[in-house]
């Protein structure tokens, strides 16, 4: 990050608000550039209360000036007492941490014919992250051609988004799931050509998983990028490998420090070109979150 | 052997204050008493977050003869006021770790304690063979760990098995050993004066201590590995408790741990007898905490006018 150094900063909090049950909206002052951060990086929140002494991992939901925004679910005692924090307190926050989603690596394979299609498949907590990297996916798009704007309607500020993707041939689709209640659809629209919702009990949109919807929408997207609980990544990884689609998935683990010192957050991978080991154990917090969904050895 | 300096002006680090952190261990002289505790610093990761030369020595990851795997996820849990781990110790091994981690831990200027861990008397030996021939400054034995020859019970708990793994790792070392301690014993001082009489050139105190976390809901252990070392400022009353019973015990120099997150509670580990201190899992919740907790040391020296390290052990009434 630009002038800011690694480590831990006092950061104003600007907005703190329920946006669905048991679900917040945190956004916090922040000093670093967008540029600096990759979608699907994520960032440790100190709490107050000292008893509560290791940090809350929670993934970068959108950056934009000077503005970091998280959504968060109440799930135990660390979140809850974030939900009780008010506008205008601080808190204290890392700077950026992990390996985000390799953007590069798309937008080098939507340079040529071949990649058209890209699908965010999110489930839950694994929607927030989905902003931030369908935002960049938006730009990686616009910058790969010379294509016209939609009509008159050029967005000054950000002329990505007004981008003609039929023209340039190219589709962002959202599949995300939830158990009932939907949030961040409006704010993916944004960005995405569509998203398509789907609730376990059926509340709204499709009924059923993501999975599920993908295979039911006529299995769109030559390039998968996935975040969620686990049986649905080792879901739509294993949908992904057997079509032969590229597909990245960002993890979850139980950390301790989430900058590599702990080595309390491992996961197994298998990379593609390794024939030596059957897997090497890798850092969730620092050489992933997000690996390369056909190298994830999933453990049952 | 231990030397504190006293106050000799000196063209170290600390030149520019009247303040003379640096000690001296098993003749092995350290800038300033700030070590990093095992398996809470990683010098690429770590190193990324401040200046590794600010620190008197690193004390590694545990190695072992052979890699290990560690236990499977999850492995962190946490507790009131602190945490429970069972990494499990995984880590490359002792050749890999020659090899690709050590030359870059030596080319600071801050001292290198490597940390040893094993389930055998002969892995322990034949590690700490290979590091003799090495440019590490000193050998930190974990004791901690389950011997498995002898039904899984951890060396350190036992007075026989901590003063014959001392005598065999003596026996081979070219380098000054420091035995690490396991505080889930009955009688520290006991183990203490044991490791001294076979020769060991230091003690470092404590390890974590056993611990266990049960989510009632899922009505299953948080951690696979069912029980974990608690670690973290919960701890310190213990380890400073201990670092004072070990220091009335013996000689030796003592590099005192446990729950240190504040430059205050550093203070309260060389009050108690300490002569070197490691910061662990303060580390791992503020990667800068080793330095800040130096800095806060220093201002806690100027403040109440101490000048060296000698005059905060002596100062205990
Ligand atoms: C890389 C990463 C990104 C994440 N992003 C988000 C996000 O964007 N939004 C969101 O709501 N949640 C996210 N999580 C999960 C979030 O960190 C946990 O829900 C939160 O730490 C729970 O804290 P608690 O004190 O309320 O729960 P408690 O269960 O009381 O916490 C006890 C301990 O367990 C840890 N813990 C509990 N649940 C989890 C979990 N699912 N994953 C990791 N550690 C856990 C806590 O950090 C704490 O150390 C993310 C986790 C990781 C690893
Ligand atoms: C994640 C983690 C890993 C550890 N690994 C080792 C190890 O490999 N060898 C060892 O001797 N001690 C190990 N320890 C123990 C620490 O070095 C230290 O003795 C203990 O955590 C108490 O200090 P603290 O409260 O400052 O963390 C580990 C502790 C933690 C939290
Ligand atoms: S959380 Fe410490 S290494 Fe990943």
């Known amino acids: 990050m630009t002038g800011v150094a690694p480590g831990i900063l006092e950061s104003k909090i600007l907005g703190n608000e329920q946006i669905a049950r048991e679900i917040y909206r945190m956004t916090l002052e922040y000093e ?234 491992t996961c197994k991978i298998k990379e593609e070109n390794d024939t030596e080991v059957p897997f090497k154990l890798k850092k969730v917090c620092k050489d992933g979150p997000v690996f390369r969904g056909n190298e994830v050895v999933w453990d049952d | 052997m231990i030397s504190f300096h006293k106050n000799q002006k000196s063209a170290g680090s600390n030149a520019d204050c009247d303040l003379d952190l640096r000690v001296t261990i098993a003749g092995v002289t350290l800038d300033n008493p700030v070590t990093t505790a095992s398996g809470t610093f990683s010098a690429k990761e770590s190193g990324a977050f401040y200046d590794i030369n600010e620190l008197g020595a690193v004390i590694t990851k545990g190695v072992s003869l052979e890699p290990w795997d560690g236990n499977p996820t999850p492995r962190i849990a946490e507790a009131y006021g602190g945490m429970l781990n069972a990494v499990g110790l995984q880590n490359p091994g002792v050749d890999a ?73 003596k026996r081979i070392s070219t380098k000054p ?53 608690l670690s973290g400022p919960v701890v310190k009353p213990v380890a400073v408790r201990m670092v004072y019973q070990v220091r009335r015990a013996v000689k030796i120099p003592v590099i005192g741990l446990g729950g240190i997150m504040t430059g205050e509670d550093a203070v309260e580990f060389f009050m108690a007898g300490a002569d070197v201190i490691s910061i662990g899992t303060a580390a791992l919740v503020d990667p800068q905490a080793p330095v800040r907790i130096k800095r806060e040391l220093i201002d806690f020296m100027k403040n109440n006018g101490y000048k060296n390290l000698q005059e905060i052990r002596d100062a205990l009434l």
């Open chain 2, 177 to 229: 050993i420091l035995m690490k301690l396991t505080p889930n014993v009955t009688d520290i001082a006991e183990i203490a004066r044991v490791v001294e009489a076979e020769g060991a050139d230091g003690i470092s105190l404590i390890n974590t201590l056993l611990g266990m976390k049960i989510d009632i809901y899922k009505k299953k252990p948080v951690l696979w590995n069912r029980m974990g070392g």
């Open chain 1, 32 to 265: 670093g550039g967008e540029n600096e951060i990759k979608p699907g990086q994520f960032v440790n929140l100190y709490l107050n209360d000292k008893s509560m002494i290791l940090p809350r991992p929670v993934s970068i939901c959108k950056v934009e000036n000077n503005r970091l925004t998280l959504v968060y679910r109440v799930v135990g005692k660390g979140t809850e007492a974030l939900s009780s924090y008010a506008p205008g307190d601080s808190i204290r926050v890392s700077t950026p941490l992990g390996n985000g989603y390799d953007v590069t690596d798309i937008a080098r394979r939507l340079g040529t014919e071949c990649t058209k299609t890209i699908v965010l498949a999110a489930g839950g907590l694994g929607v927030p992250p989905m902003i931030e990297l369908a935002k960049s996916l938006r730009k990686a798009i616009a910058g790969t051609t010379d294509i016209p704007h939609a009509a008159d309607s050029v967005n000054e500020a950000a002329p990505f988004l007004t981008v003609d993707m039929a023209a340039a041939n190219k589709k962002l689709i959202a599949v995300i799931g939830f158990q009932d209640e939907v949030f961040l659809s409006e704010e993916l629209e944004q960005y995405c050509d569509s998203v398509l919702v789907a609730t376990d009990n059926g509340s709204r949109g499709f009924h059923g998983n993501v999975l599920e919807l993908i295979k039911t929408a006529g299995d769109p997207g030559d390039y998968y990028l996935a975040c969620g609980p686990k049986p649905m990544l080792k879901a739509v990884a294993d949908y992904c490998v057997e079509k032969d689609i590229p597909i990245q998935v960002s993890l979850e683990e139980r950390m301790g420090c989430g900058y590599g010192a702990c080595v309390g957050c």
């Open chain 2, 97 to 169: 770790f020659i090899r690709d981690e050590l030359p870059y831990l030596k080319s600071f200027k801050t001292k290198v304690i490597v940390n040893v861990a094993g389930k055998t008397k002969d892995e322990y030996c034949r590690a700490v063979e290979k590091l003799s021939e090495t440019d590490a400054d000193m050998l930190e034995i974990n004791i901690s760990c389950p011997n498995i020859k002898e039904g899984g019970i951890s060396f350190g708990a036992d007075t026989a098995m901590a003063a014959d793994i001392t005598k065999a790792v």
